[in-house]
């Protein structure tokens, strides 16, 4: 009880005031908050009654983004259990290996992921769609219900998140209790702040109560903690799509009134690039917010052409700091559109060189993390937890620099960078020069081996409709902009969608193989 207010289940007491307000959309579905609260503490009673979960287990949801999902992933921690979300997109072997990393020991599945799992033998909830045996495993969900009791210290261990795996393979990172109870607390410094500078309530242009619209997968922990947590512990509204699609979006914020669009850059710009745009009522949007991979700078000025009123937001974080941990919004983003703002309340950042040591304003090198967001370290990962959490702070793979305000610029990853005869040349630079083109659709800068300079600058470029360009008309577009080392010699068009991961980063080692058969 000392540490009760730390705890999850401390915060799932307090949304159960939020009563009859309806929580969760789901096509035609609604669940209000207390619907939620007696389905949460049904299931955790059957997981720890009929399920032998004790406080420690992991548990996976293997899921798409259905009402069920919210559910089972309160009641496995309500339980005292840890969630261990997998990637809904992953094939047969990847969900297998997660399963196996994670040891879990139950799985709570939807019918397409339960099939696809169905030659791994352990025990499993599914659901909906084919085999769903949910109705069933909850039994009566009685009105009066409470929750299992279990006793649970801040630090104990609540989740399992997935690394999106853009540089490596998926990492398991530990959250405890303590760094999900904190994560909403950024959130809300992050929005106590953009409100005063916009100097009304962003979270709904007509004053109603805040519903955002969840664009991304509850598996990565944008969806989940920046964008389910806030909504649950705000008392707003959520409402879910089975798969993100420009149109359905548009079409579901004016049905439901949406206020808040928060999702990766990539929904944001397919939503006011689509054509039917200007079929739809949006009205109701308060602001739109983007984070978890590089903003192109045409997307900012595209917001403040179509919907100038509403409050823009991009915000920086990684699985490894339970969402959000550094926020540029309002004034400040338009002031500064190319960086990710300022640390959040109870973050510290410091830029370091290879050393370690702290580098002085200005300086490019690696961006650390510090503050109770943070998570400890990586589930069985020892040496990969030596190497990124050092003294304290996480080592979060990127370069950024940081200016006289505490701004904080992000140049690109350490491992994206092209090194062309020993000089850098930081592709996310690149390819935002090359989003200027106006027949550029989409674009990935990549490393072409080269025997004289180690490594060429490629690009790959997919151009848009019915547009047209040479790889000539574009280096000369890009001679300009930015230094001639820079320029891309080599160019690739393709037809094909680049290949993402569902946080919308390009997964540069497929497009090599893809590109190069490297
Ligand atoms: P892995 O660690 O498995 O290689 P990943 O780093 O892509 O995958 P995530 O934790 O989902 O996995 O993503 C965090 C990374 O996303 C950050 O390290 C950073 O490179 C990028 N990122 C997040 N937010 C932003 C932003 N607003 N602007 C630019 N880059 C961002
Ligand atoms: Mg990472």
Redesign the pocket.
């Known amino acids: 009880w000392k540490h009760a207010p730390a705890t999850f289940r401390a915060l799932l007491e307090i949304t159960r005031f939020h009563g009859d307000k309806v929580f969760v959309v789901y096509e035609d579905e609604r669940i209000t908050y207390e619907e939620h609260f007696r389905l949460v503490a049904t299931l955790a009673n059957r997981l720890v009654d009929d399920y032998g979960v004790r406080a420690g287990d992991r548990v996976a949801l293997a899921m798409r983004n259905y009402p069920e999902w919210i559910v089972s992933f309160s009641a496995v921690l309500a339980a005292g259990a840890v969630a261990v979300p997998l990637n809904a997109w992953w094939t047969e072997q990847e969900l297998e290996y997660g399963l196996g990393d994670s040891g879990a020991k139950l799985v709570i599945a939807d019918g397409e992921r339960a099939a696809r799992m169905s030659g791994i033998g352990l025990p499993m909830i599914v659901a909906r769609g084919e085999g769903a045996n949910w109705a069933g495993v909850l039994g009566e969900v009685r009105a009066d219900v409470t929750l299992p009791p279990v006793d649970l210290h801040p630090d104990d261990p609540a989740t399992i998140f ?10 398991g ?1 530990l959250g405890s209790h303590r760094n999900l109870g904190q994560a909403p607390m950024t959130v809300a410094y992050a929005m106590m702040r953009t409100v005063a500078l916009a100097g009304r309530d962003v979270s709904s242009a007509a004053g109603k109560r805040r519903i955002t619209l969840l664009t991304v997968p509850l598996f ?3 969806g989940c903690f920046a964008v389910l947590m806030t909504t649950m512990f705000s008392g707003g509204g959520l409402v879910l799509m089975y798969r993100w699609d420009p149109k359905r979006a548009l079409e579901l914020i004016e049905r439901e009134r949406v206020t808040i669009l928060s999702g990766v850059p990539t929904n944001a710009w397919q939503l006011l690039s689509h054509p039917d745009l200007g079929a739809h009522d949006i009205s109701s949007l308060g602001s739109i917010s ?6 192109p700078p045409r997307l900012l000025e595209r917001i403040t052409e179509t919907l100038p009123e509403r409050t823009p937001a ?7 700091t339970t969402a959000l941990a ?1 926020y540029n919004s309002g004034g400040d983003y338009l002031a500064k559109p190319g960086s ?1 703002g300022r640390p959040l309340a109870v973050v510290d950042v410091k830029i370091c060189d290879p050393s370690g040591a702290e580098l002085p304003p200005g300086e490019v090198g690696e961006l650390c993390v510090r503050g109770p967001i943070v998570i400890s370290g990586y589930w069985n990962r020892p040496d990969a937890t030596a190497e990124t959490f050092v003294d304290g702070w996480l080592h ?3 370069l950024a620099r940081v200016d006289e305000e505490g701004f904080v610029y ?1 140049v690109d ?1 350490a491992k994206d960078m092209v090194i062309r005869g020993g000089e850098n040349v930081y592709c ?1 630079e690149v390819e935002a020069a090359l989003f200027e083109h106006p027949a550029v659709d989409d674009v990935a800068v990549i490393g072409v081996p080269d025997d004289e300079m180690g490594e060429q600058v490629g690009a790959v470029v997919r151009l848009k409709p019915g547009a047209e360009a040479t790889g000539e008309e574009l280096s000369g577009f890009l001679r300009g902009r930015i230094a001639a080392f820079k320029v891309p010699s080599r160019f690739w068009f393709r037809e094909a969608e680049l290949p993402r ?1 569902p ?1 919308g ?1 390009v997964l540069k080692t497929r497009l090599r193989k893809e590109t190069l058969g490297l």
């Open positions: 997935y690394t999106s795996g853009t540089t490596g393979r998926s990492k990172a990565h922990v944008t983007y984070g978890g991979a590089p903003a991009n915000g920086y974080g990684m699985t490894e550094i990710i979060t793979g990127d992000i990853r996310a991961n946080g980063k």
